[in-house]
């Protein structure tokens, strides 16, 4: 296949190193910033940069943009896309670009997969891609009405290049697991460090520290963009989290033993059935 | 030295196993379950099993309990300790029990010199005890009115079996600090896995899920202890937790995307600060 990627920040880096890590696919990299293009051509990462024009020759289209950048983008050069080729884009968010990018296939003629690689890092950039980053990761397909052999041949891609399960869902089931299993721990991150303890912690601390601040670490601008677009799901799972705070600070409180220890035995056995 | 440790647990365990594999001293393990101090021995993990008189021996204790359980501990068999021995502790409390354990130091003629071994995992026991648990960790030591040469006797142990740095604390600030660095992680692990998502986050999560969850798995009688031994503090910081959450929500429930960003970015800055 010839492959372009669109964007290589951390997650378009990643797809091009591990594509070339793991197949013979052909991969055509653009990106705004040409230095960045550049450096992935030196790297080995990418076989080409392109243009507009480039991707008229691709079968797989990978959007990494921002989510209004992935339609904008589609909006304004879906007319090169070559009819039949596959689009999938890699936003954390599903409703608020699903069927935006569903209706554009339609008009152009291109056939649209959505999907959610779920891995990334507390860093940004091309500088920090690695070919390993979706090695054992899921990956998340939301079909859009795609036909079945269009889906298979983007999960048989995924497998390709490393991804360890695939998820099958549809854009609202995605946006709610993913406003608690992704959003709410960076919510809680940038919080947890905004005590004025935080910046004292050194010397005191240990993992559990470590892990809940560790994606404090965040991207504003496009986290913001994300929380945004999720706000129903987001602040339901929020208000769910403070709910069960709250239970405990009442035990707490109150001095109440046995009702915190069997608050506290909840969470241990839900972990305990998960087998984690 | 002849070292005695009280109680094989996750953290007794371990430092018997760092004490052998670092140094040449001596480990008598004293454990109300005799199977559990059968298998240290056979582990090589101590060289004795010991009991109240074995107490006499030692140069330095360990009490490896949990916090009211050391007091207790130290109440019954404080008379059968060599004068001018030290006792440490490993609770993850201060101010509950160094006041009491100093008292008794005075009263039986050893010296006490308080500490937190800053390690741990989210499973207990002899059986996942390891003799690099501490490597590189920080020791804290709550020195409550002990001569300085203890307190360097007790410092240069630390950094022999492992410790990666020393602090230097009194109860207060001690437990001020782990209200925020430790206990709150552990609440907000508990709250977040009781969201009615969580036992279907598989294939819809990551690190960041991975990283809130972990220490849900939580001795929820060792914990409640800890937390209710530490009621002021630990409510305050979750006081100033829910405080910046709240904050975060209102700016995604106005869809306020600067105040959101602004907010946000506080987090990043605090991280970039600490280069963490």
Chains 1, 2 share one sequence.
Not at 15 to 26: E, L, P, W
Not at 104 to 127: C, D, I, Q, T, W
Not at 172 to 188: C, F, G, K, N, V
Not at 201 to 214: N, T
């Amino acid at each position: 296949m010839k492959i372009a990627v669109i964007g290589l920040g951390i997650i378009g880096g990643s797809y091009c190193k591990a594509i070339k890590a793991h197949t013979d696919h052909y991969v055509i990299g653009i990106n705004r910033s040409v230095d960045t293009a550049r450096q992935a051509l030196a790297d080995g990462a990418i076989d080409e940069i392109g243009c507009r024009e480039s991707l008229g020759e691709a079968d797989l289209i990978i959007l990494c943009l921002y989510p209004q950048a992935c339609v904008d983008y589609i909006t304004e050069n879906g007319a090169a896309i070559k009819k039949g080729a596959i689009v999938t884009d890699a936003c954390g968010i599903k409703r608020a670009v699903c069927p935006q990018l569903q209706a554009l296939s339609k008009a152009f003629g291109f056939v649209y997969v959505g999907s959610h690689p779920m891995a990334g890092k507390e860093k940004n950039g091309y500088a920090v891609s690695e070919a390993t980053l979706f090695e054992g990761a899921s990956f998340i397909i939301t079909p859009c009405g795609a036909d079945e052999q269009s889906v298979a041949k983007l999960e048989e891609f995924a497998r390709s290049i490393g991804f360890g399960s695939i998820t099958l869902s549809d854009p609202e089931e995605h946006d709610r697991m993913i406003a608690y299993t992704s959003q709410l721990p960076h919510i809680l991150a940038c919080a947890y460090v905004l005590s004025p303890c935080c910046p004292h912690h050194k010397g005191f601390s240990a993992g559990s520290y470590r892990d809940v601040s560790r994606v404090a670490n965040i991207n504003a601008k496009l986290w913001s963009e994300l929380f945004l677009e999720n706000q129903t799901p987001l602040v339901h799972e929020l208000d769910v989290l403070i709910d069960n705070i709250s239970h405990l600070i009442e035990a707490i409180e109150e001095g109440d033993r046995e009702r915190l220890e069997a608050l506290l035995e909840q969470g241990h056995q839900v972990k305990q059935m998960l087998g984690e």
